[in-house]
Nanobody, 123 residues
Framework: QVQLEESGGGLVQAGGSLRLSCEVS????????MAWFRQYSGQEREFVAA????????FYADSVKGRFTISRDNAKNTMYLQMNSLKPEDTAVYYC????????????????WGQGIQVTVSS
């Protein structure tokens, strides 16, 4: 069993920065890929960024490329999402996720999820 816990969300002005953290506990060796998704009210979860746990290869949605950076610290079992140049349209609940299969942009392929954390960007 793998448990994920997000932290670092909050309220920031447009153009500002936030760093989200996702602490992984439990059977961490079974986690192959990790990702961040976000969900707007009443909509499906959308892919934001992903990283392979062992190789550190990263992938981004076009909407965040160049502004967000995903990273991981294996020693701390923690994944991060550094969000710069935030826009009001980045306002959403952000979810940390993991799977045993590898990189994917589909939320249905991720079996492990955090509880979600609110990010609000004011204009």
């Amino acid at each position: 069993q793998v448990q994920l816990e997000e932290s670092g969300g909050g309220l920031v002005q447009a153009g500002g920065s936030l760093r989200l953290s996702c602490e992984v506990s439990g059977r961490t060796f079974s986690t192959t890929a990790m990702a961040w998704f976000r969900q707007y009210s009443g909509q499906e979860r959308e892919f934001v960024a992903a990283i392979t746990w062992s190789g550190g290869t990263s992938f981004y949605a076009d909407s965040v490329k160049g502004r967000f950076t995903i990273s991981r610290d294996n020693a701390k079992n923690t994944m991060y999402l550094q969000m710069n140049s935030l826009k009001p349209e980045d306002t959403a609940v952000y979810y940390c996720s993991g799977n045993n299969y590898g990189y994917s942009r589909s939320p249905g392929t991720y079996g492990y999820w955090g509880q979600g954390i609110q990010v609000t960007v004011s204009s």
